[in-house]
């Protein structure tokens, strides 16, 4: 499975983005999917995880703020992000669960966010 993250952006502090990750095939049977995000040269740090028949998880620099979700039937995930922050920038990647259990293993190609006046 090939995952395709777009809708990053420049954006001004107190705005919204959608973020989209589409995937070459079916996400049906991909238990957990989930949004990471890189800001400069930290580690790359779970901001959202969605799993089939659970309810979404959502790092504290997000609850709130960020809401993740999944379309199985358009095998694609989202990632609704509103009251950005300069603190969100960063760029943001789309993983998914193998079927082997191991997550993160597949791996979107990145998209920047940028937040700033």
């Known amino acids: 499975v090939q995952l395709q993250a777009c809708g990053g952006g420049l954006v001004q502090p107190g705005g919204s983005l959608r973020l989209s990750c589409v995937a070459s095939?079916?996400?049906?049977?991909?238990?957990?999917m989930g949004w990471y995000r890189q800001i400069s040269e930290k580690p790359r740090e779970l901001i959202a995880t969605v799993i089939n028949g659970r309810s979404p998880n959502y790092a504290d620099s997000v609850k709130g703020r960020f809401t993740i979700s999944r379309d199985n039937a358009k095998n694609t995930i989202y990632l609704q992000m509103n009251n950005l922050q300069p603190d969100d920038t960063a760029v943001y990647y789309c993983a998914g669960e193998s079927d082997f259990g191991l997550f993160p293993y597949y791996w979107g190609q990145g998209t920047q966010v940028t937040v700033s006046s």
């Open positions: 095939g079916s996400i049906a049977s991909i238990p957990a």
